[in-house]
């Protein structure tokens, strides 16, 4: 299913987009991932989900990625003795360890490890940031606090240590379960919540063993400054500006998320920015000009994919949500302003044969008459260097690896294709050429750029590139190997 933009969107499946019917007109409408959010499901939900996602897939012929998006430890206080308390600005309030019913003045907050690492002057936020806790003293099992920012706290609602790296791993024990689980599965991606350091990446590819890409959630200002090392172990990045913008002053966000962009797409791997991009569409059929301005932003900076979550997966207007989202990445790339900041902020890197021949791609197509780069690629690398390219011209993945090509839908740019298995470069050509006039890309009189690697079915081998008409008799005319 072609697209009219490079962009990619990413849709949160829920209560409201359960059913074939719902998540089939999603992907219709533009929804090239689905998230599978590990927070709210059983197992045999997202089961449900998987195979109805597969199922959109087959009849559709359009390969879908499935991202699981495991919840990461979730940090809360306990339960009050009314549900609820109002903390006013000035007042002292307690948290400890005790385990009886929360007041006025105290409430339990069942997590040992971060009184462990609290030390006086640090913040506690809880319930989003709406209120504010300094501490004023702490031990091992108590931070008496004097509350900075007031308002209602009631039962086991969140709570953030912005400026504390917290002695917890990213993955809890139902994270090991649901990772294990969605692995077997057969997701494409998985997302780690509440990742602090390269080593919780590390831990979590262990387990996984290359059943899945991993996609590392950025939502700790200890992620923000580690984050040329877990770039490196990630295969991709989502900048979770719900987290940050709590974690962080809100100021600081927008920076934040141009820095990681524009690093992600230098590294050459998929970024995601997520989070309230078109929050009023959960109860509202049409966004905010401010949401419409800010997925514009996205887009701009050339990031991989833009996400929706609560929008469709437990908000009234879900297609409408898929459809604003697609229309917006529709307008944007077609303004010329676009295309300029895309390529003044182009990676100049040229570190392997692989990276000269995917620039080469690129240079030709726009300086020709080139309708489309097509790769072979057997692992995505190719791909994903070509995307990196962000070239002017769309991108074929042509890949015989299904997996392959669910993973590289995330991909900014990629149109992916599971193709047999080949043998031989002018085979490649020839499947290169059909995949280009079949897929709208080009008429029998174009010609394409077809890059891959000899030997073939190598994984890191892009060493070829070739100018091809789309006529197969033309190519066997002028190859007669």
Not at 85 to 110: H, I, Q, T, W
Not at 182 to 209: C, M, N, P, T, Y
Not at 306 to 335: F, H, N
Not at 372 to 391: D, K, M
């Amino acid at each position: 299913m072609r697209r009219l933009r490079n962009v990619k969107i990413v849709a949160t499946l829920g209560p409201a987009s359960d059913t074939y019917e719902t998540i089939r007109a999603l992907h219709e409408a533009g929804a090239d991932v689905f998230r599978l959010n590990m927070s709210h499901g059983s197992h045999e939900e997202i089961a449900s989900k998987h195979a109805i996602i597969r199922k959109v897939e087959e009849d559709t012929g359009s390969a879908i990625a499935i991202l699981a998006d495991l919840q990461g430890p979730k940090l809360r206080v306990g339960v009050f003795a009314g549900d609820s308390e109002m903390l006013d600005e000035g007042a002292k309030f307690r948290l400890d360890l005790n385990e009886k019913d929360g007041n006025s003045s105290r409430v339990c907050l069942p997590h040992p490890e971060i009184f462990e690492a609290l030390e006086v002057g640090k913040t506690l936020l809880v319930n989003d940031g709406k209120i504010r806790l300094k501490v004023e003293d702490c031990g091992p099992d108590f931070a008496d606090c004097v509350v900075i920012a007031g308002g209602v706290i009631s039962n086991r609602k969140g709570v953030n240590v912005p400026d504390v790296e917290l002695p917890l791993a990213a993955l809890s024990a139902k994270d090991k379960a649901d990772l294990a689980f969605v692995a077997d599965l057969g997701v494409d991606w998985i997302a780690l919540s509440f990742v602090q350091r390269a080593a919780d990446v590390e831990e979590a590819k262990d387990l996984i063993k290359g059943r899945a890409a991993v996609l590392s959630k950025i939502e700790k200002p200890n992620a923000v400054d580690r984050f040329d090392h877990i770039l490196q172990v990630s295969d991709g990045i989502m900048v979770a500006r719900g987290d940050l913008g709590v974690e962080l002053p809100v100021q600081n966000v927008p920076p934040i998320q141009k820095r990681l962009v524009r690093k992600c797409r230098h590294a050459g791997k998929p970024v995601i920015v997520a989070t309230q991009m078109l929050e009023s569409m959960i109860e509202s059929p049409m966004p905010t000009r401010a949401e419409v301005s800010d997925v514009a932003t996205a887009i701009y900076e050339g990031a991989d994919a833009v996400m929706l979550s609560a929008e469709s997966a437990a908000g009234s207007y879900p297609i409408e949500a898929v459809t604003t989202m697609d229309r917006v990445a529709a307008e944007v790339e077609q303004d010329p302003t676009y295309t300029q900041i895309i390529e003044a902020s182009r990676s100049a890197s040229r570190a392997s044969v692989a990276d000269g021949i995917v620039a080469a791609a690129r240079e030709i197509a726009e300086t020709t008459d080139i309708k489309a780069i097509c790769c072979f690629t057997q692992s995505g690398t190719t791909a994903l260097l070509v995307a990196r390219e962000r070239p002017r011209v769309p991108i074929l993945a042509l890949t015989p690896l299904a997996r392959t090509a669910r993973r590289m839908t995330l991909s900014w740019g990629c149109n992916c294709y599971v193709t047999t298995t080949m043998e031989r470069f002018k085979q490649a050509v020839v499947g290169a050429a059909r995949a280009a006039r079949e897929g709208g890309f080009a008429g029998p009189e174009d010609q394409i750029v077809v890059t891959a690697g000899v030997p073939f079915n190598v994984p890191g081998t892009t060493n070829i590139l070739r100018v091809a008409p789309c006529d197969e008799r033309l190519i066997y005319s002028t190859d007669p190997e």
